[in-house]
């Protein structure tokens, strides 16, 4: 197994970023299936990363406690600015949760003696594991999957279909709202502890205006008609500029083309099981 040995050695982070990527795009994919353009997942990514990196270098406190509070801290502060944001809708929603990703990256920069401000922090415990990424990302699909079919999930579809007429029907919006709010940020600083402790070093940098865009294109790529969709596109994402090296200092300009090449040939996403059931099925037929 020499061959494996030396493409781990060389990739091993690039296929760990698949997972923590993934994870990303599912916390955006929660908001998203329940009709809310929210954008704040890259700052509740760093939240969650820079919660635990303070807590392993100044406390030293143990990986799974840092990472359970790196898990809180987002989950809290999404349920703290949803109860004002959530009442807004569409491009309002999306601008309220960018200038709140906006008030994180200057509260980290000038908080330098916490968090090293624009020189970030280095040094961090390179506690992430394979199977760590690998049995977050397992743990949360099989969650989402059964909170999917269940009546949360359905909750989820109604109010994205019409808000209005959920209401009429029981359902409180408000709270259904707030739920996958809270749980976006969950699984978002859950990806931010792996990445943190996976690449010893984060600057506020790296959960800014560019990461947000980045989350959204990766789960509008994918689709949103079911789990696999988000992490196809997370995938897709995360490789092309592996790919594309030469690009890469474009990546904002290949996303933006990404996303409108979606809204006009795929507005489903790449992952979209009626449209591939009815692409098999004319291929059966034809055979």
Known sequence: MEWFDNFWAVYSNLVLTLGTNSLLALSIYLTLSCGMLAIANAAFMGIGAYTSAILTMN???????????????PALMAFVIGKPTLRLSGVYLAMAT???????????????????????????????????????????????WRLRRSKIGRAFESIKEDETAAGLMGIDVGAYKMLAFVLGGAIAG?????????????SPGEYGFDRAVEILT????????????????????????????????FRLVVNGFILVLIVLFLPKGIWDPARLRQWFGRKGSRA
């Open 59 to 73: 406390y030293g406190l143990p990986f799974p406690v840092v990472l359970l509070a790196g898990m809180a801290a």
């Open 218 to 249: 990766m789960t509008i790529l994918g689709g949103i008609s079911s789990l696999t969709g988000p992490v196809v596109g997370a995938v897709i994402l995360t490789l092309l500029p592996e790919a594309l090296r030469t690009f890469q200092d």
């Open 98 to 144: 960018l200038a709140f990703g906006e008030v994180v990256r200057i509260a980290v920069l000038n908080t330098e003696s916490l968090t090293g401000g624009a020189l970030g922090l280095n040094g961090i415990a390179q506690s992430t594991q394979w199977w760590h990424v690998a049995l977050a990302l397992v743990l949360t699909l099989a969650v989402l």
């Open 190 to 202: 859950l990806a931010g502890v792996l990445n943190a402790h996976l690449t010893f070093f984060i």
